[in-house]
């Protein structure tokens, strides 16, 4: 058995010198005193804002929200499509107001459904080579892997 003696001098004389090196923590303390000091200076240097100000906000974000509503609609009247839009008035407190439903297509792939094994429960007969697959405790329609396809595709079969 080799022994490099080289490399272990040389690990050895790493954790020496990462052991002996002095960390100081005052300064990292030092950097978190005056962190917070200055975190006190921006809140006392910001202004609060007057209630003309907070109702002026208010009033510009249910116009963008309405505008954006209106780009929506002239969108999908552009596409053809027409899903339920809901016209409710803009409520101030929120940023969207308007609500669109597109119509839901479902894309599930159709895989074969396998057959039950005659004369044995929880067992059904693969659709890819006849072969016995074990779905005891799986329910009807689960979408299972089986474990003796080889060919090309997923293998992939339905529960009867």
């Given at each position: 058995?080799?022994?490099?003696?080289?490399?272990?001098?040389?690990a050895f004389g790493c954790v020496a010198l990462a052991s002996c090196y002095p960390f100081d923590e005052s300064q990292n303390r030092k950097a978190q005193v005056d962190g917070k000091k200055d975190m006190k200076?921006?809140?006392?240097?910001?202004?609060?804002?007057?209630e003309a100000e907070m109702k002026a906000a208010k009033e510009k974000a249910a116009a963008k929200s309405k505008a954006r509503a209106e780009a929506k609609k002239q969108q999908i009247a552009?596409?053809?499509?027409?899903?339920e839009i809901?016209?409710?008035?803009p409520d101030p407190g929120k940023d969207d107001v308007t609500t669109t439903t597109p119509?839901?297509?479902?894309?599930?792939?159709?895989?074969?459904?396998a057959t039950k094994?005659?004369?044995?429960?929880?067992?059904?007969?693969?659709?890819?080579?006849?072969?016995?697959?074990?779905?005891?405790?799986?329910?009807?329609?689960?979408?299972?892997?089986?474990?003796?396809?080889s060919g090309e595709g997923s293998g992939r079969f339905r529960v009867p």
């Open positions: 058995m080799k022994i490099h003696l080289p490399s272990i001098l040389l200076k921006v809140v006392e240097q910001t202004p609060e804002k007057t552009e596409q053809g499509d027409s899903p809901s016209t409710t008035a119509p839901v297509k479902e894309k599930r792939k159709e895989y074969p459904t094994a005659p004369g044995k429960e929880g067992f059904v007969l693969s659709p890819y080579n006849n072969k016995l697959v074990d779905v005891r405790g799986m329910a009807p329609g689960t979408l299972v892997q089986d474990p003796t396809h």
